[in-house]
Nanobody, 121 residues
Framework: QVQLVESGGGLVQPGGSLRLSCAAP????????MGWYRRVPGKERDLVAT???????SYGDSVKGRFTISRDNAKNMVYLQMNSLKSEDTAVYYC???????????????WGQGTQVTVSS
């Protein structure tokens, strides 16, 4: 069972910053694209940002210029630096990773348990 472990959520004032981290297990064969998604109650889960193993990034329109995704391939970790936070960024943030547990199994999409980010004064 692969578990993605997220950390870094919390309460922050508008205009503030937070950094989310997500760790995939070290004992896996390979990790491809990693990313962050978020969900507001009653709405669909939305893309925040993704990053390939080669470092190519993609962002949702609402976070471009404010959020930065990065990763450490040696540690199987992905990060989300969130700056200039707005109240509408309030959501549960989920880590996602395409993982090949061993060389003889297919790629599979895994999700973290989610971490709450609340932007409020």
């Amino acid at each position: 069972q692969v578990q993605l472990v997220e950390s870094g959520g919390g309460l922050v004032q508008p205009g503030g910053s937070l950094r989310l981290s997500c760790a995939a297990p070290g004992s896996i064969f390979n990790v491809n694209t990693m990313g962050w998604y978020r969900r507001v109650p009653g709405k669909e889960r939305d893309l925040v940002a993704t990053i390939t193993s080669g470092g190519t990034t993609s962002y949702g329109d609402s976070v471009k210029g404010r959020f930065t995704i990065s990763r450490d391939n040696a540690k199987n970790m992905v990060y989300l630096q969130m700056n200039s936070l707005k109240s509408e960024d309030t959501a549960v943030y989920y880590c996602n990773a395409q993982i090949k547990v061993t060389s003889w199994v297919p790629w599979y999409n895994y999700w973290g348990q989610g971490t709450q980010v609340t932007v409020s004064s």
